[in-house]
Protein backbone atom coordinates (compact mmCIF):
# COMPACT_ATOMS: atom_id res chain seq x y z
CA UNK A 1 0.00 0.00 0.00
CA UNK A 2 1.60 3.26 -0.60
CA UNK A 3 2.07 6.12 1.30
CA UNK A 4 -0.93 8.24 -0.45
CA UNK A 5 -3.29 5.11 -0.26
CA UNK A 6 -2.82 4.85 3.20
CA UNK A 7 -3.31 8.74 3.84
CA UNK A 8 -6.23 8.10 1.31
CA UNK A 9 -7.45 5.96 3.35
CA UNK A 10 -7.10 7.41 6.76
CA UNK A 11 -8.51 10.44 5.52
CA UNK A 12 -11.40 8.65 4.85
CA UNK A 13 -12.17 7.01 7.95
CA UNK A 14 -11.48 10.24 9.94
CA UNK A 15 -13.98 12.28 7.62
CA UNK A 16 -16.29 9.34 7.89
CA UNK A 17 -19.62 10.46 9.41
CA UNK A 18 -20.76 8.43 12.71
CA UNK A 19 -23.86 6.65 12.62
CA UNK A 20 -26.36 8.06 14.65
CA UNK A 21 -29.65 6.83 16.47
CA UNK A 22 -33.17 7.52 15.58
CA UNK A 23 -33.05 10.16 18.50
CA UNK A 24 -30.18 11.28 17.39
CA UNK A 25 -30.79 12.39 14.08
CA UNK A 26 -34.23 14.18 14.51
CA UNK A 27 -32.65 15.92 16.96
CA UNK A 28 -29.84 16.96 14.39
CA UNK A 29 -32.56 16.80 11.61
CA UNK A 30 -34.63 19.50 14.30
CA UNK A 31 -31.67 21.93 15.14
CA UNK A 32 -30.99 22.17 11.23
CA UNK A 33 -33.56 23.67 10.40
CA UNK A 34 -33.93 25.79 13.34
CA UNK A 35 -30.03 26.97 12.18
CA UNK A 36 -30.63 26.73 8.70
CA UNK A 37 -33.43 29.52 9.09
CA UNK A 38 -31.13 31.73 11.42
CA UNK A 39 -28.06 31.59 9.00
CA UNK A 40 -30.02 32.26 5.57
CA UNK A 41 -31.42 34.99 7.25
CA UNK A 42 -28.21 36.44 8.35
CA UNK A 43 -26.66 35.76 5.15
CA UNK A 44 -28.58 34.55 2.65
CA UNK A 45 -28.43 31.78 0.33
CA UNK A 46 -25.42 31.86 -1.61
CA UNK A 47 -23.39 33.57 1.48
CA UNK A 48 -24.27 30.48 3.58
CA UNK A 49 -22.37 27.30 3.29
CA UNK A 50 -22.66 23.76 4.08
CA UNK A 51 -19.74 24.27 6.62
CA UNK A 52 -21.21 27.06 8.62
CA UNK A 53 -24.48 24.77 9.09
CA UNK A 54 -22.26 21.97 10.02
CA UNK A 55 -20.61 24.60 12.73
CA UNK A 56 -23.62 25.56 13.78
CA UNK A 57 -25.02 22.45 14.61
CA UNK A 58 -21.85 20.52 15.87
CA UNK A 59 -21.87 17.38 13.17
CA UNK A 60 -18.72 17.02 10.18
CA UNK A 61 -19.58 17.84 6.82
CA UNK A 62 -20.29 14.50 5.98
CA UNK A 63 -22.78 13.93 8.11
CA UNK A 64 -24.59 16.81 6.84
CA UNK A 65 -25.06 14.92 3.62
CA UNK A 66 -26.77 12.19 5.28
CA UNK A 67 -29.90 14.65 6.12
CA UNK A 68 -29.51 17.05 2.78
CA UNK A 69 -27.61 16.54 -0.05
CA UNK A 70 -27.23 20.31 -0.76
CA UNK A 71 -27.52 23.21 0.99
CA UNK A 72 -30.05 24.17 -1.30
CA UNK A 73 -32.06 21.08 -0.61
CA UNK A 74 -31.81 22.48 3.38
CA UNK A 75 -33.35 25.56 2.30
CA UNK A 76 -35.80 24.19 0.00
CA UNK A 77 -37.81 22.01 3.07
CA UNK A 78 -37.41 24.98 5.26
CA UNK A 79 -39.46 27.27 2.71
CA UNK A 80 -41.71 24.32 2.04
CA UNK A 81 -42.63 24.40 5.40
CA UNK A 82 -42.98 28.11 6.15
CA UNK A 83 -45.54 27.68 2.75
CA UNK A 84 -47.45 25.23 4.54
CA UNK A 85 -47.83 27.77 8.02
CA UNK A 86 -48.78 30.86 5.68
CA UNK A 87 -51.05 28.33 3.99
CA UNK A 88 -53.09 27.56 6.76
CA UNK A 89 -53.07 31.03 7.83
CA UNK A 90 -54.67 32.13 4.78
CA UNK A 91 -57.19 29.09 5.09
CA UNK A 92 -57.96 30.26 8.23
CA UNK A 93 -59.19 33.91 7.32
CA UNK A 94 -61.68 32.76 4.84
CA UNK A 95 -63.58 31.61 7.04
CA UNK A 96 -63.69 35.38 9.45
CA UNK A 97 -67.63 35.77 8.81
CA UNK A 98 -67.86 39.22 10.18
CA UNK A 99 -66.00 40.37 7.03
CA UNK A 100 -67.72 41.62 4.03
CA UNK A 101 -66.46 38.89 1.44
CA UNK A 102 -64.51 41.01 -0.72
CA UNK A 103 -62.52 42.51 2.42
CA UNK A 104 -62.06 39.31 3.71
CA UNK A 105 -60.53 37.85 0.55
CA UNK A 106 -58.93 41.29 0.15
CA UNK A 107 -57.14 40.76 3.46
CA UNK A 108 -56.33 37.37 2.86
CA UNK A 109 -54.17 37.76 -0.05
CA UNK A 110 -51.97 41.07 1.16
CA UNK A 111 -51.81 39.19 4.56
CA UNK A 112 -50.22 36.32 2.95
CA UNK A 113 -47.52 39.20 0.77
CA UNK A 114 -46.93 40.54 4.95
CA UNK A 115 -46.16 37.13 5.74
CA UNK A 116 -43.54 35.98 3.64
CA UNK A 117 -42.11 39.48 3.51
CA UNK A 118 -41.92 39.28 7.77
CA UNK A 119 -40.42 35.82 7.83
CA UNK A 120 -36.61 35.99 8.71
CA UNK A 121 -35.96 33.34 5.83
CA UNK A 122 -36.84 36.53 2.71
CA UNK A 123 -34.56 38.96 5.18
CA UNK A 124 -31.87 38.33 2.58
CA UNK A 125 -33.64 36.53 -0.35
CA UNK A 126 -34.21 38.31 -3.60
CA UNK A 127 -35.07 37.67 -7.17
CA UNK A 128 -31.34 36.23 -8.31
CA UNK A 129 -31.52 34.15 -5.19
CA UNK A 130 -35.03 32.82 -6.35
CA UNK A 131 -33.52 32.16 -9.75
CA UNK A 132 -29.93 30.52 -8.20
CA UNK A 133 -32.29 28.35 -6.19
CA UNK A 134 -34.45 27.34 -8.96
CA UNK A 135 -31.28 26.46 -11.35
CA UNK A 136 -29.96 24.65 -8.29
CA UNK A 137 -33.02 22.11 -7.49
CA UNK A 138 -33.84 19.08 -9.33
CA UNK A 139 -36.86 18.63 -12.10
CA UNK A 140 -38.56 16.81 -10.05
CA UNK A 141 -38.38 18.84 -6.92
CA UNK A 142 -39.34 21.69 -8.99
CA UNK A 143 -42.91 19.87 -10.25
CA UNK A 144 -43.59 18.60 -6.78
CA UNK A 145 -43.73 21.87 -5.32
CA UNK A 146 -45.64 23.01 -8.72
CA UNK A 147 -48.22 20.23 -8.24
CA UNK A 148 -48.38 21.49 -4.13
CA UNK A 149 -49.01 24.79 -5.41
CA UNK A 150 -52.06 23.34 -7.38
CA UNK A 151 -53.20 21.56 -4.89
CA UNK A 152 -53.70 24.44 -2.24
CA UNK A 153 -55.32 26.17 -4.46
CA UNK A 154 -57.75 24.05 -5.07
CA UNK A 155 -58.25 23.51 -1.22
CA UNK A 156 -57.98 27.57 -1.24
CA UNK A 157 -61.40 27.62 -3.76
CA UNK A 158 -63.42 24.88 -2.07
CA UNK A 159 -62.76 26.29 1.37
CA UNK A 160 -63.24 29.89 0.30
CA UNK A 161 -66.68 28.47 -1.35
CA UNK A 162 -67.93 26.70 1.73
CA UNK A 163 -67.39 30.50 3.59
CA UNK A 164 -69.66 32.11 1.27
CA UNK A 165 -67.17 33.17 -1.21
CA UNK A 166 -67.54 32.24 -4.79
CA UNK A 167 -64.82 32.22 -5.99
CA UNK A 168 -65.22 32.32 -10.01
CA UNK A 169 -61.25 30.80 -11.01
CA UNK A 170 -59.79 27.70 -11.46
CA UNK A 171 -56.72 26.10 -9.58
CA UNK A 172 -54.49 26.69 -11.94
CA UNK A 173 -55.68 30.28 -12.77
CA UNK A 174 -55.45 31.08 -9.14
CA UNK A 175 -52.17 29.36 -8.26
CA UNK A 176 -50.44 31.73 -10.91
CA UNK A 177 -52.27 34.89 -9.20
CA UNK A 178 -51.21 33.48 -5.70
CA UNK A 179 -48.13 33.17 -6.95
CA UNK A 180 -47.80 37.11 -8.74
CA UNK A 181 -48.82 38.03 -5.70
CA UNK A 182 -46.30 36.33 -3.27
CA UNK A 183 -43.16 36.87 -5.78
CA UNK A 184 -43.68 40.67 -5.95
CA UNK A 185 -42.02 40.67 -2.32
CA UNK A 186 -38.83 39.97 -4.12
CA UNK A 187 -38.91 43.27 -5.87
CA UNK A 188 -39.80 45.41 -3.36
CA UNK A 189 -36.75 47.69 -3.83
CA UNK A 190 -37.74 48.33 -7.51
CA UNK A 191 -41.26 48.80 -6.93
CA UNK A 192 -39.97 51.56 -3.89
CA UNK A 193 -40.41 50.69 -0.13
CA UNK A 194 -42.04 53.57 0.58
CA UNK A 195 -45.02 52.81 -1.20
CA UNK A 196 -44.75 48.87 -1.36
CA UNK A 197 -47.51 48.36 1.10
CA UNK A 198 -49.72 50.61 -0.92
CA UNK A 199 -49.10 48.83 -3.83
CA UNK A 200 -49.65 45.13 -2.63
CA UNK A 201 -53.00 46.39 -1.26
CA UNK A 202 -54.43 47.54 -4.21
CA UNK A 203 -53.26 44.23 -6.05
CA UNK A 204 -54.87 42.25 -3.59
CA UNK A 205 -58.33 44.04 -3.73
CA UNK A 206 -58.32 44.09 -7.38
CA UNK A 207 -57.73 40.45 -7.58
CA UNK A 208 -60.08 39.77 -4.62
CA UNK A 209 -62.51 41.59 -7.09
CA UNK A 210 -61.98 39.36 -10.02
CA UNK A 211 -62.08 36.50 -8.20
CA UNK A 212 -65.41 37.62 -6.86
CA UNK A 213 -66.88 39.18 -9.96
CA UNK A 214 -70.58 38.95 -10.20
CA UNK A 215 -71.00 39.31 -6.15
CA UNK A 216 -71.69 42.54 -3.95
CA UNK A 217 -68.56 43.78 -1.71
Known amino acids: MTK ?5 YRNEKRTMPKAFSDEEKAHIHANLLVQGRRLFGLHGLRKTNVEDLTRAVG ?7 LFYDSKESLFFD ?3 RFEAEYQAQMLAGL ?4 IPARDRLANVLRQAATLWRSHPLFAQF ?9 RKLSPAQIEANQNSDVAFAA ?11 PISADA ?14 LHEDEIGTAMFDAVMAV ?7 YLLKGTTP
Open 78 to 80: ILE
Open 4 to 8: KTIWS
Open 203 to 209: LAEQIAA
Open 155 to 165: QFITTARAAGL
Open 59 to 65: ISKGAFY
Open 95 to 98: TEQA
Open 172 to 185: QLLTGLLRALVLLN
Open 126 to 134: GSDDMAYLT
